[in-house]
């Protein structure tokens, strides 16, 4: 059974950082790609930043210059350093694993940025 485990998220004053985790069990993540998207209330789930298998990083507005994403193949886990938190990055953020056609998605985390 595959899982998406993400962990890290809570509640945060504007400014302020969080580590994002996604521990996957089930499947190797060094042949996928990971990636994180959020979703706000009332709004469509977007991307937010993007690793492929080689390590090749895409970042997605309003997110760029502030967020980080990075892989530890030999932990399984994915990870996302969001620094300088705004109100508006509050969302569940979710992680997930591409292969060819195979696609998971974790339950999600909520972040939470205070004004």
């Known amino acids: 059974q595959v899982r998406l485990v993400e962990s890290g998220g809570g509640l945060v004053h504007t400014g302020g950082s969080l580590r994002l985790s996604c521990a996957a069990s089930g499947i190797i993540i060094s042949i996928f790609d990971m990636g994180w998207y959020r979703q706000a209330p009332g709004k469509q789930r977007e991307l937010v930043a993007h690793?492929?298998?080689?390590?090749?990083?895409t970042y997605v507005e309003p997110g760029k210059g502030r967020f980080t994403i990075s892989r530890d193949n030999a932990k399984n886990t994915v990870y996302l350093q969001m620094n300088s938190l705004k109100p508006e990055d509050t969302a569940v953020y979710y992680c997930t694993a591409h292969y060819s056609t195979s696609a998971y998605w974790g339950q999600g985390t909520q972040v939470t940025v205070s004004s």
């Open positions: 690793i492929t298998s080689g390590g090749t990083t």
